[in-house]
């Protein structure tokens, strides 16, 4: 874990709901938003990630935030290990391919979504 904490450029927000997310290749949920950055973010989910595979995922909101209510995203996996609940996988991606209105998304997410935001 060590080496993706001296690479991570911003601080990490934890999500007060932990919005879906969906793997749009197949169109199936691939597991619950932990925290984001603008830079990548951590799930957890019930089936272990590959590494190094990239994932075309969608984040789905709450409500509406800049006119959508999803967010989508290529994502690098960079790890992936046992969740503290041994029924569930942690895994941390790196956004690789994000459109500036997604860019946006994210950025209101992390303000009204995360925990001292408001929700």
Known sequence: MGSEMVQRKSQRKQ??????????E?????????D???????LIHEQPLAINRLY??????????????QVECT?????????VNTDFFDAGLRIVDLS??????????????SFGGAV
């Open 15 to 24: 999500t007060v709901f932990y919005l879906e997310v969906v793997d749009v």
């Open 26 to 34: 197949i169109d199936q949920p691939t597991g619950r938003l932990v």
């Open 36 to 42: 984001l950055t603008a830079e990548g973010l951590m």
């Open 56 to 69: 075309q995922l969608r984040i789905l909101l709450p409500k509406k935030l800049g006119g959508a209510s």
């Open 75 to 83: 994502a690098e996996c960079r790890w992936c290990r046992p969740s």
């Open 100 to 113: 500036e209105e997604d860019a946006a998304r994210i950025d209101m997410i992390m303000k009204y979504y």
